[in-house]
């Protein structure tokens, strides 16, 4: 990857905040390389989701942006009219989302629930876009794609239909994919196979993914690079290697003690240390005080 | 798809006596001219109050017996079960369309037009329903037509209530915001993604709605502000049968059966069509 080259996806001191005027994001900046996986790991509440949502544009009503830029390729989300940006974000972006019951329409089935998007948004022919679709439901390696097809997703596995909401995300060949924890709602025994597969897919069609999790385990399977977030802020930046190997922040080294080993099954579980969560609360709210929407 | 055959057979009575007995009664409003053993408005005094055909003292050809004119009950439960589908249909299909279009929209959007249409709702219902028919078609007029637009300007909350529920629940579903992702319009959204999931409780409501539009038809013609007195209706019929209970319980109790057994029929249909269309329940 030549330095050079745009981000794919490139945040810059993105703020967010409630309709109660609290802030949950305090100047993001992260990007994504082309090609390259990104890792965002944070606690549950840390704001992660949010940043992805943000990027897709489905924020929730009650969430605000105040400042900052978000840009997909170079084109500023910001300045696009509504319209636009739904243009943009559909075609270049696809989301692997967290719960892969509620992400499928229960009474479509798969088959044309799948080409819809091909078809209607991108104006495909029926025949390309179910080509497409067995290929990619074969990259996935689901067997028998054709009773897949004409099943209704209460009809799969937790599994089956994590599989075809991957077939889904890359079918249109995004440049972008924001995995929202898409390992998160599985059977550790499909967690693993599940997250094999992205990795597969991704190295194969050369996507972009911003992938959210909490798990640091899956941070160093499948991402090259990490932006630790811990109260909507982001405290450490780093190749995954080198995070793992010496993590910089406080916060990171807490969070990493307290991830279970395999190594050490029956030690017990160490929360994050106190005093650093401490710390880190008091210098954010400190930052809280002064920052002014606008001024960074 | 075996499974699925099974695991409808628990239903299969249900919908089949429901549907039997509605298609039976359409059956029989329909080709009432064909069907009716008499005249429904044939009076003869030489053969008023004749019992049904089991006990002393019938007639053949009067199967249900007459009423205190010498009216033939049977002939008039057939035609008057014309009036009470048309209504049915009539009344509860308009209800259906405009409370479920509302409820759609306030559930799906939210905001301001869920706002507006939901205080509209809370203000309907606060309406004796009864009351508020009668109170209709007195300003309307007697005529079948406001009967029957009385019911849709009356009933439609019941659709607007359920369906703003369900709208709302499924426009959480992360199917919904993955659709928002590709790029989908909103109006897209809820009439491709979000219809089709709440059509099953349509169905259901409507189906119920029809039994509901056959009692207020009944209760509207029971206090003679229904349709022109001549023509027989299920609630004429028993408002007569009431005057008559002691020399004549049949005249009462006939049109009462038809009338129960078509209400519990829409709604026990209505049920089992909600599970047929359900693919989650299926």
Known sequence: MSANREPCLDIRGLSAVLANGQRVLRSVSLAVQPGEVRALVGESGAGKTMIGKAVLGVLPKSVRIVEGEMLIEGEDLGRLDPKARRTLIGARTALIPQDPLTALNPSRRIGPQMTDRLVRILGWNTERADKRIRQLLDEVQIRDPERVLKSYPHELSGGMRQRVLIAAAFAAEPRLIVADEPTTALDVTVQKQILRLIAQLQRDHGTAILFVTHDLGVVAKISQKVSVLYAGKVVEEADTEALFAAPQHPYTRALMTATPRYTDPYASLKPVDESVLAGLTAEIAAADQAWRPGHG | ?282
């Not at chain 2, 439960?77 to 509860?92: D, Y």
């Not at chain 2, 659709?159 to 959480?172: G, K, L, P, Y």
């Not at chain 2, 059966?257 to 709604?267: E, G, K, N, P």
Request: glycine content about 8%; aromatic content about 10%; some cysteine.
């Open chain 2, 1 to 282: 798809m075996d499974e699925a055959s099974v695991a409808r057979g628990g239903l299969a009575p249900r919908l089949w006596l429901a549907g039997g007995w509605l298609l039976l009664a359409l059956v029989a409003a329909i080709f009432a001219p064909l069907i009716a053993p008499q005249d429904p408005l044939a009076q003869d005094l030489m053969l008023e109050r004749l019992p049904p055909f089991w006990l002393d003292g019938a007639e053949p050809g009067y199967w249900l017996g007459t009423d205190s004119l010498g009216r033939d009950l049977l002939s008039r439960l057939i035609f008057g079960g014309r009036i009470a589908f048309i209504v049915a249909f009539a009344a509860a299909t308009s209800a259906c369309l405009l409370g479920s279009a509302l409820g759609l929209i306030a559930g799906y959007f939210g905001g301001w037009p869920d706002r507006i249409i939901s205080r509209i709702v809370d203000v309907w219902m606060a309406f004796p329903p009864v009351l508020f028919a009668i109170l209709l078609v007195a300003v309307l007029g007697t005529g079948l037509s406001s009967v029957i637009l009385a019911i849709a300007i009356i009933d439609w909350t019941r659709f607007c209530r359920v369906i703003r529920a369900e709208a709302m629940s499924q426009a959480r579903m992360d199917y919904v915001e993955s659709a928002r992702i590709a790029g989908y319009g909103r109006m897209g959204i809820m009439l491709r993604e979000v219809l089709p999931n709440v059509l099953p409780s349509v169905v259901a409501l409507l189906s119920l709605e029809m039994g509901i539009a056959v009692i207020v038809e009944a209760i509207l013609s029971f206090v003679n502000l229904s349709i022109s007195t001549d023509d027989p209706t299920w609630g004429s019929i028993i408002a007569e049968g009431r005057l008559s209970i002691h020399q004549a319980w049949w005249v009462l109790v006939f049109p009462l059966i038809t009338l129960i057994l078509t209400v519990l029929s829409f709604s026990q249909f209505g049920e089992a069509l909600k599970a047929r269309f359900d693919p989650v329940l299926r």
